[in-house]
């Protein structure tokens, strides 16, 4: 089993562009997850998934982020226009619902 | 709502202590427990979990136990290597009902540093 994959691992870009992030979950599972980790936050919960249908998108920041799942295998966080305090570092997860969830590598965002 | 409260930190060893690192939640109902490991630069990994009460969650040394009559799940390992050094949080997943569909509610993490 490959885990969870997101893609890029890294991504630098200026403020104003537009970045998009993008996972893989586990196959089988049916929760993904989209989280944001910074020094001065923590870990936050951006958004979540069930069956391909968003939960709860109360953590997403503003309207600058959106995020989609238009199948079981894939999906992806949007930020557009980025600015620098989205700088940080974006996890996805995936779970069977109410199981424990299983992380990506994460993607390292900075934004110049 | 449901919460996880850590013990704060920093936590800093010697190689070889007794480790601890306090858990206490808040939840209705019978939540499942998690304490997840961060090591630097990488994602969080399931380190251990425990889905009733009196449950022992077990791995690489490390020990929790599910206790509910004082809601808490408090991390111990025996004897900490260097290669220990990580952040650890506690996590719930509450029960089913409202737009709980399995979401971990985290502790806010606790950085641990083993010296040789």
């Known amino acids: 089993d490959a885990g969870v994959i997101q893609s890029p691992r890294h991504e630098v870009t200026e403020m104003g562009q537009e970045v998009t992030l993008r996972c893989k979950p586990i196959s089988g599972h049916n929760s993904l997850f989209w989280y944001r980790q910074t020094m001065m936050r923590g870990l936050e919960l951006l958004i979540y998934f069930n069956n391909n249908v968003p939960i709860d998108d109360s953590g997403m920041p503003e309207d600058r982020f959106s995020a989609k799942m238009p199948n079981a295998s894939f999906s992806t966080l949007k930020i557009q226009p980025s600015e620098p305090r989205d700088s940080a570092v974006y996890f996805c997860?995936?779970?069977?619902?109410?199981?424990?969830?299983?992380f990506g590598p994460g993607t390292r965002l900075t934004v110049l | 709502g449901d919460s996880v409260t850590q013990m704060e930190g920093p936590v800093t060893l010697s190689e070889e202590a007794f480790l601890t690192i306090n858990c206490t939640y808040t939840a209705t109902g019978y939540p499942s427990l998690f304490w997840y490991v961060q090591y630097p630069g990488e994602g969080l990994q399931l380190l251990l979990k425990a889905t009733k009460a009196d449950d022992k969650g077990s791995n690489k040394g490390f020990e929790a136990t599910y206790r509910k009559e004082t809601t808490s799940f408090h991390l111990e390992k025996g004897s900490v290597q260097v290669s220990d050094s990580a952040v650890y949080f506690c996590?719930?997943?509450?029960?089913?009902?409202?737009?709980?569909?399995?979401?971990?509610?985290f502790g806010q993490g606790t950085i641990l540093t083993v010296h040789p």
């Open positions: 997860a995936s779970s069977f619902t109410f199981h424990e969830q299983f």
């Open positions: 996590a719930l997943i509450g029960v089913a009902g409202g737009t709980s569909y399995g979401k971990l509610t």
